[in-house]
């Protein structure tokens, strides 16, 4: 909340100069900006100023920082607020910010793209923010689907200069490799590489040189390959974030993964170890509770070192632990993953049954379709096929929602020509094409793997085999053997 306020107190800077109202309905306007920058929001004190008669003489920008504030504060208000906070005269961009962020709370993806579309058209102010990241990765899966759209929902977030508030712990660089691959198809070789050049997320950075898209981008700027060297700068931000703050569990994590991705899995346990006997709370850069996802990182590194009993042991803790207040997903469908795995079919099902209790209806799209994936690989593994049936169904009817799911059942079936079909297509699509040949590159995998590990290597590479398969690659890059392990670059290992 600190800087919602801290927006809005640079906003009503600016509108200080037009506003012509008493000295009283000012200091409102200002204490109303002081208490949000120190996380209060006082909804009351918002709708008396609206209520005054004096409301008017601020001038439409401020009459809009208001209605902004108001937005903000009180969620049953919030569209109400959007839509006059948008109306007055000489509205900030903010207040497109929030009429588009309210869009698509409500699903209107029409009136979402047509406030963005206003903020990008207006006079540059500065001040447009969506104040929540997961609102623009929300509009972004959704309008990934239409090309046209989601490329005119790319070109106005650039316009206004958005960037994520989360910026460094959870980029946003899979919307700018997307729309850097547009421009770049399109000969915008300069407007292509300004994006990549800001680009630090290592899965995405890796993916770029898979795509001929890209091939000039790199030839000017083949730094940008180096995954290594990209992996040891994101280390290094990382530990100046956790030398400030030893209980960053974000950091933690990101420490993690980079330490995988150079395989140096014993330091990463060991620094998981040192944080996990910290005592007191644990929180991510959110200020949510993170000690289960440490637990998670710990039974993973156990995986990498061939340690799967205290894996799943690991897993089993980070599962029974609680997530938002409810029965935990996240971790309860890795636990189911991990048995899979290990070879344990009937346990990963009896893992999952929970999603048929108390958890039913508390997974995301994505992860149902995990749900559904483990489901039909268990119980074809048992030999029940008739009882996966319903499951197969709705990883093939939903494989949108989650690809590399998709690709987790039809592998557990053995399914070779469904495979195929299934990449073609992916690498057919201009906005997965990167995911798919990510998926169907090779790097340094753990010297001792499970059996269904060995198992998933050998399909894919029977897989990659396939000359229909590789004229469908040589179409739009090439796959790479990249000499780090995979870690969290890519869902499908």
Request: glycine letters at 8%; a negative charge; one cysteine or more.
């Amino acid at each position: 909340m600190r800087w919602l306020g801290a927006g809005l107190a640079a906003a009503i800077a600016l509108a200080a100069g037009a506003a012509q109202a008493e000295k009283t309905a000012r200091d409102e306007f200002s204490a109303i900006a002081k208490a949000m920058t120190e996380g209060r929001c006082d909804v009351p004190r918002i709708k008396a100023l609206i209520a005054r008669p004096d409301f008017d003489d601020l001038g439409g920008r401020g009459r809009s920082i208001v209605y902004v504030a108001r937005g903000l504060c009180d969620r049953d208000g919030q569209h109400e607020a959007a839509l006059k906070a948008t109306a007055e005269p000489g509205a900030l961009s903010m207040a497109w910010g929030l009429r588009f962020m309210d869009a698509v709370q409500r699903d209107d993806m029409t009136d979402a793209l047509a406030a963005l579309h206003a903020a990008a058209r207006s006079p540059s102010d500065q001040s447009f923010q969506v104040f929540n990241d997961q609102t623009v990765y929300g509009a972004a899966r959704t309008l990934r689907a239409d090309p046209a759209r989601f490329r005119q929902f790319l070109a106005d977030l650039d316009l206004v200069g958005w960037t994520a508030q989360s910026a460094g712990y959870e980029n946003a660089d899979w919307l700018w490799s997307d729309y850097a691959a547009m421009l770049a198809a399109d000969g915008h070789t300069e407007e292509a590489t300004r994006l990549v050049l800001r680009m630090a997320q290592l899965g995405e950075l890796a993916a770029l040189q898979l795509d001929k898209r890209f091939d000039a981008v790199l030839a000017a700027h083949p730094e940008r390959a180096d995954v290594r060297a990209a992996a040891e700068a994101r280390l290094a931000w990382a530990r100046d974030k956790l030398a400030a703050n030893p209980r960053d569990g974000s950091a933690v994590s990101i420490s993690v993964d980079m330490l995988r991705i150079l395989g140096r899995t014993d330091e990463a346990l060991a620094l998981i170890d040192q944080t996990l006997r910290l005592s007191g709370k644990i929180v991510d850069h959110n200020g949510e509770e993170h000690r289960r996802w440490l637990v998670d990182d710990r039974s993973t590194l156990l995986v990498d070192l061939g340690r799967f009993d205290e894996a799943l042991k690991a897993m089993q803790d980070a599962a029974a632990r609680g997530e938002h207040g409810g029965p935990n997903v996240s971790q309860t469908i890795n636990l189911a993953g991990q048995q899979q795995m290990m070879g344990q079919p009937q346990a990963t099902l009896d893992t999952l049954a929970v999603f048929g209790g108390p958890a039913a209806g508390k997974t995301s799209p994505y992860g149902q379709m995990w749900v559904e994936a483990e489901r039909a690989c268990a119980h074809h593994r048992l030999g029940h096929d008739d009882a996966g049936a319903s499951s197969l169904a709705y990883v093939k009817a939903h494989a949108a929602d989650n690809p590399s799911a998709q690709v987790r059942a039809l592998f557990c079936l053995r399914d070779l020509d469904g495979l195929a079909a299934v990449y073609i297509a992916r690498l057919k699509d201009e906005v997965r094409v990167r995911e798919a040949l990510m998926e169907l590159s090779q790097f340094v995998m753990n010297p001792v793997r499970t059996p269904l590990d060995r198992e998933y290597s050998a399909t894919m590479a029977r897989l990659r085999a396939r000359p229909d398969l590789q004229a469908a690659v040589a179409a739009v890059g090439r796959l790479g053997d990249f000499p780090v392990h995979p870690a969290s670059m890519t869902d499908a290992y």
